[in-house]
Each structure stands twice: as structure tokens, then as C-alpha cells.
T-cell receptor, first 115, second 113 residues
Framework: NAGVTQTPKFRVLKTGQSMTLLCAQD?????MYWYRQDPGMGLRLIHY?????TTAKGEVPDGYNVSRLKKQNFLLGLESAAPSQTSVYFC?????WGVGSYEQYFGPGTRLTVT | GNSVTQMEGPVTLSEEAFLTINCTYT??????LFWYVQYPGEGLQLLLK?????DKGSNKGFEATYRKETTSFHLEKGSVQVSDSAVYFC????????????FGGGTRLMVKP
């Protein structure tokens, strides 16, 4: 049981290049999330998915696209990278929603630098 | 909208000192509250949670009480260890569709031997 894994761990891009970050979970979770972490700003939600084939915008979606073709995978794409997208990206998943608290499980992160 | 405010760090303590990290929130309705911890080079892990007013979450010697009247969820530990050095995030979820978390800015704790 690997939990949440992210690929790659590190990446350096030049402005204008594109890339895809892969998140995979083996816990059969319905909900998946992409966050970015910047110093002093905590984690901010980019996009999320409440099930296979669905996606929705979070707090900071501009410049990113996502896809959830399979339940276990959630892809984050940068079509034309900008220096402002230099950040650490975290993927998370959780089992469901409702009154109460459903713990989000986080991957180890991807450190992206755009020059 | 929802928001979470934490005390800025870094917080530097000696081993066995008492720890308090303040957290206050703004939310509509009755959110669930969380503390997550991030050790160097790792993702976030849930430390403790509380789902309703006056609930106390606890784990690994850490405690936090959900105070609706003061909209607070302060993290405390009676005696910190060097291994507690990490970044601590307060967060809330309003349990609406998507179960999204709103995070505070994080507080770095450094414990010296």
C-alpha cells in the first residue's frame, strides 16, 4: 500500500515549456486534490476532483489544467510554464464527503522551478 | 469566504518546553478543524482533528480544543522534543461538496536540545 505517490519529485522548466505532474493513489479514494505551497502562504487549492471523469476549479486555477480519466490518477498540466508557477506541488486524496471529517492523505510533493 | 490565521514563526523552543501555536478561523456554518504537520522534505500528515464545538483532538502528546465562542483551535504540547521540529498547519473544512481544506500559512517549530 503506497498511499499517494507523485511523479516527478523535482523538475526544472524554462518559461513557455509544458509538463504534466502525475498523482496516483491506491486507496480507492473518490476525491483528489492538487495544491501548491508557497512560503508563508500555506497550501492553496488549484483544482480538485470528486470522482472519475470530474474536475473543478479551486482557489488558484489559472495556468493549470487537470484530468481524472481513471479513479486512481489525477494529472496536473502546465501548458506554458511561467516563473510565478515555481512552487512545491502536493497531491492529496480522501475517501468522501459529508458531515464530519475525512482525512486528506498527501503525497510527498513535486518541487518545480521555472526559469 | 473561509480563512485561517496562524501565528507566524519560526517558534524556537528548548527541549521539554511548553508549546502553544495559535490558530483562529473565519467560516460559515460549523466547520471541522484540523492540525496537519509537515516534516522536512515530506508531505503533510494529519496530526489531530475536531468536528464540533468543545471537542478536543489529541495525538502524540499534542492537543487542541475547538472553541466556537472564540473561533479558535490552538495547538498545545506540554513538553516538546527535538523530533517535533516541523511546520504545523491549521486547517478547516466546511464539509460542503468537495470537502476542501482551507489552510493557514503554517508555523515552523524548531526545538533545540
Amino acid at each position: 500500500n503506497a498511499g499517494v505517490t507523485q511523479t516527478p519529485k523535482f523538475r526544472v522548466l524554462k518559461t513557455g515549456q509544458s509538463m504534466t505532474l502525475l498523482c496516483a493513489q491506491d486507496m480507492n479514494h473518490e476525491y483528489m486534490y492538487w495544491y501548491r505551497q508557497d512560503p508563508g502562504m500555506g497550501l492553496r487549492l488549484i483544482h480538485y476532483s470528486v470522482g472519475e471523469g470530474t474536475t473543478a476549479k479551486g482557489e488558484v486555477p489559472d495556468g493549470y489544467n487537470v484530468s481524472r480519466l481513471k479513479k486512481q490518477n489525477f494529472l496536473l498540466g502546465l501548458e506554458s510554464a511561467a516563473p510565478s508557477q515555481t512552487s512545491v506541488y502536493f497531491c492529496a486524496s480522501t475517501s468522501g464527503w459529508g458531515v464530519g471529517s475525512y482525512e486528506q492523505y498527501f503525497g510527498p510533493g513535486t518541487r518545480l522551478t521555472v526559469t | 469566504g473561509n480563512s485561517v490565521t496562524q501565528m507566524e514563526g519560526p517558534v524556537t523552543l528548548s527541549e521539554e518546553a511548553f508549546l502553544t501555536i495559535n490558530c483562529t478561523y473565519t467560516a460559515t456554518g460549523y466547520p471541522s478543524l484540523f492540525w496537519y504537520v509537515q516534516y522536512p522534505g515530506e508531505g503533510l500528515q494529519l496530526l489531530l482533528k475536531a468536528t464540533k464545538a468543545d471537542d478536543k483532538g489529541s495525538n502524540k502528546g499534542f492537543e487542541a480544543t475547538y472553541r466556537k465562542e472564540t473561533t479558535s483551535f490552538h495547538l498545545e504540547k506540554g513538553s516538546v522534543q527535538v523530533s517535533d521540529s516541523a511546520v504545523y498547519f491549521c486547517a478547516l473544512s466546511d464539509d460542503l461538496a468537495g470537502n476542501m481544506l482551507t489552510f493557514g500559512g503554517g508555523t515552523r517549530l524548531m526545538v533545540k536540545p
